[in-house]
């Protein structure tokens, strides 16, 4: 006795069938095939995303007709119609992978109450810590609607022809080390925004330091 496949009922032919019956078995198989595949589809199948949006119509995938480039921000504000129109949305500026470092704001995630994540890297460059007993406070990003979820950044100060590259808020002040010299880590406000915070036991004078690159992820109160 022939059996039937589960999803779309497909008749499976015993070998013992005679051959007119496979041969309509088979012509009734492809059939059932068109139909539900055919003309943008019509069977059950898996839900698909793309960047984490439907691109299916309740048990249907939308037809592909033409191709478009959007912002996240115009995708965004389209209707939801935009998953069955037939058009394939390419977003510009979609996130980038977490990896991806650069002095422009990017959408790199999103944070658990929902919102973009952004993240920006600052090339600071050279500054010099004052004498000790006194500190050196950077300025990073003093954009209040901002609440900042990570930083991170290092920085570089050379001595007796040895470069040593130091991260900011993991060195603590060790008197055991000569190398473990600095101190460092970041500070955010409400009026004034981040900022980083530097202080030496190096010399009685002043210190330079070299490199001061800093990233930052952050979420915005205004989305």
Known sequence: MATHTTNYNLTKPEASD???????DYNSNLDIIDANLGGGGGGDVMDVEVNGVSVVDGNKVAKITSYKEVTQAQYEALPASKLTDGIAYFIKDAPNNI??????EEIVGTWITGKPIYQKTYNIGNK???AQGSSL???IDTDTTKEF???FGTYKWTNNGVTYTYFIGSTIFNDANTTDVFKSQFIKTSNVGLRAKFTQK???STVPITDVVVTLQYTKTTD
């Open 18 to 24: 005679p051959f007119a019956d496979f041969r309509a």
């Open 128 to 130: 010099t810590i004052p």
């Open 99 to 104: 990896f991806s470092f650069s002095t422009n």
């Open 149 to 151: 979820i990570n930083a």
């Open 137 to 139: 406070y950077v300025n």
């Open 202 to 204: 190096v010399s009685s």
